[in-house]
Every structure is written in structure tokens, then in C-alpha cells.
């Protein structure tokens, strides 16, 4: 069985009229079917507005779906009271677009992944600054800094710091909703290594969404193209970049710069 398996899952929107009447709906995600096997990473690869981070939401339990069903480890999400929901959220976590938004300001980055720490595990009082301090190493921030907030890091270290947290729980699942789109292009590569070294590291299944086709093919083993709401096209990362089958995955692949 799956790890993650989505069986035709649609997310709508109602769209009211100028009257406030709610006369038609928008098909964010529009019947999709996926699956995830422990260990893997999945790209999800589409233009912007083609439902990718609703899907991404739905996962997580954040957007409630219209049909359909997310079942993860065989236990469906949609059925488990909000108690069970926040038990089982620290299997599945996710890194977000922009690493600042995601940060609360006012916490340190000490008082941010000791909270995300004592999700799975208690920590005596002793045993806390040695926990974050390891975390921070991990994802290549210095210890150091650990009471600055997040306003006094750049782009790359917050997105670091998102990561942490995010690793923190010890989760099973990752999602990465365009991790690396809002950081300067010197240091995506950088970000996307280190993500790839976390799931090798922590045997994490990845699902790394982007409207990037050459970033999807450097991290996943299997691509997903998604428009308009659906999975147009699927399989292995290396077919899918070299001979793609449906036209609009032939465009993506043409909008790729050449050097």
C-alpha cells in the first residue's frame, strides 16, 4: 500500500455574483489521483493558478476537499476528529513559499523549533538549548544566533529555519510548496541540496511542488504536470523530462532556458 494515496480528490471554490449569490465554482483541483511510496519524491509541476498549492493545503488539512479522499499510511485524514488531526499532523509537515511569512515575528528562533521540538517528544529544561542547537547544525545554521529573530536572518537562512521546524517532529511526509521560488537565485541550489539530504538522511517521502520544470526534474524521482486542475501527465522523472506526451508538459519543457 501507498504511503500517501489520493483517490480523486477535488477542491471547489464558490464564486459569488456582485448580488452576493453564489451562482458557479472554481475547480481548483479537479479530480486527482496520486500516489507516494515511503522514501520518494514526488514533483508536482504547473503554471501558477493551476491548483498545486490547494492540492498541497488539502494534504494538510488546511483546505477542506470537495470530494474524493487523502489516506496516509492507509488511515484517512478527512476521518479523523480535529483531536486525532492534531496527534497525527507531526507525521506530515510542510515548508512553505515565503520563509518570513511562515515565521512567527515575535518568536525567537529558539521559542519557534523548541515548539515544533516538543510536538513529539518532551524535553527537560536542561536538555532544550542542546535540542535546537543540534536542529540548527543540521540544516547548516549556526547555534549561535538561535535568539535572533526572524527579521535579522536573510531569505535563505529563514527558509533554513522553516525547514528546521519543519523536520522537527520527526515527520514522515514533507511537502515543499515552491520552496526555493522566493530566494535569490544564488542560493536555490543550496536549498534544494539540502533538502534532498534530508530525505536521504531521515528516509522522508517528499512532495516538492514548483512551476519550475528543471528544479522538479533535479530533485524527483517521479513528476506529476498538473493543469487546470488535473494531472495531465505522470511518471518517472527522467521519461517524463526527455519525452513528455502531453502538450502542455512539451511547452514547460520549451520555456526552459538554454545556455
Known amino acids: 500500500?501507498?504511503?500517501?494515496?489520493l483517490s480523486d480528490v477535488r477542491v471547489h471554490y464558490p464564486v459569488k455574483s456582485a448580488w452576493g449569490v453564489t451562482d458557479r465554482v472554481t475547480r481548483a483541483v479537479d479530480g486527482v489521483s496520486l500516489t507516494m511510496e515511503k522514501g520518494e519524491v514526488l514533483g508536482l509541476v504547473g503554471e501558477s493558478g493551476c491548483g498545486k498549492s490547494s492540492l498541497s493545503r488539502a494534504i494538510m488539512q488546511l483546505q477542506p476537499i470537495t470530494s474524493?479522499?487523502?489516506?496516509?499510511?492507509?488511515?484517512?485524514?478527512?476521518a479523523l476528529s480535529p483531536?486525532?488531526?492534531?496527534?497525527?499532523?507531526?507525521?506530515?509537515?510542510?515548508?512553505?513559499?515565503?520563509?518570513?511569512?511562515?515565521?512567527?515575528?515575535?518568536?525567537?528562533?529558539?521559542?519557534?523549533?523548541?515548539?515544533?521540538?516538543?510536538?513529539?517528544?518532551?524535553l527537560k529544561r536542561s536538555e532544550r538549548e542542546n535540542a535546537v542547537s543540534q536542529l540548527m547544525q543540521r540544516v547548516g545554521l549556526s547555534p549561535e544566533h538561535m535568539y535572533k529573530y526572524p527579521h535579522e536572518f536573510?531569505?535563505?537562512?529563514?527558509?533554513?529555519?522553516?525547514?528546521?521546524?519543519?523536520?522537527?517532529?520527526?515527520?514522515?511526509?514533507?511537502?515543499?510548496?515552491?520552496?526555493?521560488?522566493?530566494?535569490?537565485?544564488?542560493?536555490?541550489?543550496?536549498i534544494l541540496n539540502l533538502l534532498l539530504l534530508l530525505t536521504r538522511e531521515l528516509g522522508l517521502s517528499?512532495?516538492?511542488i514548483s512551476h519550475d520544470l528543471l528544479v522538479v526534474h533535479h530533485v524527483a524521482d517521479r513528476i506529476a504536470v498538473m493543469q487546470r486542475g488535473r494531472?495531465?501527465?505522470?511518471?518517472?522523472?527522467?521519461?517524463?523530462?526527455?519525452?513528455?506526451?502531453?502538450?502542455?508538459?512539451?511547452?514547460?519543457?520549451?520555456?526552459?532556458?538554454k545556455l
Open 231 to 257: 494531472i495531465v501527465e505522470y511518471g518517472d522523472a527522467e521519461q517524463v523530462f526527455s519525452h513528455p506526451q502531453h502538450p502542455y508538459t512539451q511547452q514547460l519543457l520549451r520555456a526552459v532556458p
Open 206 to 208: 517528499m512532495l516538492f
Open 1 to 5: 500500500m501507498a504511503y500517501l494515496q
Open 154 to 190: 536573510s531569505g535563505g537562512q529563514r527558509q533554513r529555519v522553516a525547514i528546521a521546524r519543519a523536520i522537527a517532529p520527526e515527520p514522515k511526509l514533507l511537502l515543499a510548496d515552491e520552496p526555493v521560488s522566493a530566494l535569490d537565485v544564488s542560493i536555490r541550489g543550496q
Open 83 to 122: 483531536r486525532e488531526l492534531r496527534r497525527r499532523r507531526a507525521d506530515f509537515q510542510m515548508v512553505f513559499q515565503d520563509p518570513y511569512a511562515s515565521l512567527n515575528p515575535r518568536f525567537t528562533i529558539y521559542s519557534a523549533l523548541l515548539e515544533a521540538l516538543t510536538r513529539r517528544r518532551r
Open 68 to 78: 474524493g479522499s487523502i489516506a496516509l499510511d492507509g488511515e484517512l485524514l478527512s
